[in-house]
């Protein structure tokens, strides 16, 4: 887990996908952290993306660096605990600005049962659970 959240991190921008119905939804991320052994996300409550996480927590999300890309599924999980929010936050200071730990819109999730593939065009893909 520390080597997804480390290559996220240095990516800075990873697409997470989603699903709406039958319609598949991508858009770019920036939040990652780790908090009680666990590898989290945040959004926005009110956001699309949060819907259609508590309608199906399966997700899946993409980077690329270096000509080595990674692609890590799991399901989501939301954390309401304003620690988890508070922790998120001190991570990702920018978003302070925008979200609070005490509000009703701030989530947090972290992945459940991830599975990442490391790949690249030179080397085998590597699998890494949690």
């Known amino acids: 887990m520390e080597e997804v959240y480390q290559f996220l991190k240095e990516v800075e921008t990873y697409y997470l996908a989603t699903v709406e119905g039958d319609q598949p939804r991508v858009r770019p991320f920036g939040t990652i952290d780790i908090f009680e052994g666990r590898l989290y996300i945040q959004t926005g409550k009110s956001k699309s993306v949060s819907k ?30 304003v620690e988890a929010k ?5 991570a990702h200071p920018s978003l302070k600005g925008m979200y609070s730990a005490e509000d009703d819109n701030t989530e947090v999730l972290y992945f459940k049962d991830a599975t990442a593939v490391f790949s690249s065009f030179t080397e085998a893909p590597r699998t890494v659970t949690f």
């Open 52 to 81: 259609q996480i508590q309608a199906n927590p399966k997700v899946e999300l993409c980077a690329a660096k270096d000509g080595k890309w990674l692609r890590l599924s799991g399901t989501l999980v939301r954390d309401d605990r």
């Open 86 to 90: 508070a922790h998120m936050l001190d």
